[in-house]
């Protein structure tokens, strides 16, 4: 079974980076996808790019505003968070073994990282 292991959170100012990394501990071809989330103070978990492993093909959530990319290297799935802004803190975490459906909706992946916080401050 697959294990993900997320680091690169911190605390930023506003207009600052982060760079996000998910360690897939497995056979990372298992997976079709991996996935990048996060969960804003008191909300849910939000889908914000997936990738396709076999290609490293990227989709973003069509709300994003190209301020994020998410590439990988070796099993590790990255995610560059570039102009970062308050409304941007939450806890990211990573996901894969995609099930079906959306790609960003948290329900339909079955293995999940313990996440890593990101703040940023006005």
């Known amino acids: 079974q697959l294990q993900l292991l997320e680091s690169g959170g911190g605390s930023v100012q506003s207009g600052g980076s982060l760079r996000l990394r998910c360690k897939v501990l497995g056979d990372i071809s298992t997976t079709k996808w991996v996935a990048w989330f996060r969960q804003a103070p008191g909300k849910g978990r939000e889908g914000l790019a997936a990738l396709q492993t076999s290609d490293g093909e990227p989709t973003y959530r069509r709300t994003l505003e190209g301020r994020f990319t998410i590439s990988e290297d070796k099993s590790t799935v990255y995610f560059q968070m570039d102009d970062l802004k308050p409304e941007d803190t939450g806890i990211y975490y990573c996901?894969?073994?995609?099930?079906?459906?959306?790609?960003?909706?948290?329900?339909?992946?079955?293995?999940w990282g313990q996440g890593t916080q990101v703040t940023v401050s006005s």
């Open positions: 996901a894969a073994v995609f099930t079906g459906g959306s790609l960003f909706r948290e329900a339909n992946y079955d293995i």
